[in-house]
């Protein structure tokens, strides 16, 4: 896997990330460390992968399981540590996954599979963080107009 990062120069704090796989996108500083706010900054840029890489991981494991998964968001607060190096020192992770006839030990099955055995990134972040997930199961009623019903459990 390969990545350039490139700086924009001057007087910013903005680089482009170009992937290997042929993707680019910017990142940038806050204001007030002389960035512009043009982009998401680099840490938010990890947090962000870690969360799409166990989110990928729990749709692929729910489909091969046979559910009817119609959905899945995950949503994460972290907490970073107060001096440099400023890791994340706490994250969690609460999934949200909508379909029908979802089953709770199936759905918290793939994701302790995906955060203890397959997610890369959450597996490096646990190195320094102290991670945790919840979830919440909707059952997805009308998945062509994106309608949802109220949750299932928590």
Not at 78 to 98: G, S
């Amino acid at each position: 896997m390969d990545c350039t990062i490139r700086w924009l120069g001057g007087q910013t704090m903005s680089f482009v990330a170009e992937t290997g796989s042929g993707h680019s996108f910017v990142m940038d500083g806050a204001p007030e460390g002389g960035g512009r706010n043009l982009g998401p900054r680099p840490m938010e840029v990890v947090l962000s992968g870690a969360a799409a890489c166990t989110a990928y991981d729990v749709v692929l494991i729910l489909r091969k399981s046979g559910l009817d998964i119609r959905g899945c968001d995950v949503e994460t607060h972290a907490e970073r540590a107060e001096t440099d190096p400023k890791v994340f020192t706490k994250i969690t992770f609460l999934f949200k996954v909508y379909g029908r006839n979802l089953r709770e030990n199936l759905v918290e099955r793939a994701i302790d599979l995906s955060q203890k055995k397959y997610c890369s990134a959450t597996k490096m972040l646990g190195m320094t963080a102290a991670i945790s997930h919840e979830f919440t199961l909707f059952e997805d009623g009308a998945s062509e107009t994106g309608s949802v019903d109220e949750p299932r459990l928590k």
